[in-house]
């Protein structure tokens, strides 16, 4: 119980959103755009929620453009029919001054791309931005910074358009907190 108690202590910010001091907190910074991939990203979620019942989805972002139907407004839509739609938290776009404590209190960051000229060409400065906090991430591959956070071990990895292996890293991540500590602190020491 005392452990409980400190975890919530040190989850302020996800507990005032009613995520529970055990659970194992997936974070999503940023824009949902063209080349997101709503569909793997959904699929790979679902698959790991079914298994974990302490896994909880957390954004902090929105579309990134608007339009009527757009990735973002799929993906709400998806949820909605969820039967694990409370283990989501669609929080939109939060100040700037309180995303670090999103990072702070979430267990793994998550990057999901489509592939896409920008996939192949660009990279995700909110990987840059998790691992710098000491947060370990898990990204589809495709850009070369998810090739280098693989190969440092700071980060999992899956194919694009996998959501089985999605899940499977997800759960990995979630079933051994020795090695999600681990990678945070690699993650960190990395960013360095």
């Not at 370990?136 to 071990?153: Q, W, Y």
């Not at 899956?158 to 999605?166: A, E, I, K, Q, S």
């Amino acid at each position: 119980a005392n452990t409980q108690i400190i975890k919530l202590y040190e989850r302020p910010q996800l507990a005032k959103r009613g995520v529970s001091a055990d659970s194992f907190v997936i974070l999503w910074c940023g824009g949902y755009n063209t080349w997101t991939d709503v569909e793997t990203l959904y699929t790979g979620l679902e698959s790991a929620m079914a298994q974990n019942p302490k896994i909880h989805y957390v954004s902090i972002g929105e579309s990134t453009y608007n339009a009527p139907e757009n990735v973002y407004v799929r993906f709400l839509k998806m949820i909605e029919k969820s039967k694990y739609r409370d283990r989501y938290h669609m929080l939109g776009w939060q100040p700037w001054k309180e995303v670090a404590n999103y990072y702070r209190e979430s267990d793994v960051g998550l990057n999901i791309d489509a592939m896409h000229y920008e996939t192949i060409y660009g990279t995700r400065t909110r990987l840059v931005e998790m691992i710098a906090a000491g947060l370990p991430v898990i990204t589809s591959l495709g850009c070369e910074l998810s090739d280098l956070l693989r190969n440092e071990g700071v980060g999992l990895t899956f194919n694009t358009g996998d959501w089985r292996g999605l899940s499977q890293q997800i759960l990995t991540l979630s079933m051994d907190r020795d090695l999600c500590s681990n990678m945070a602190s690699k993650a960190l020491n990395y960013a360095k």
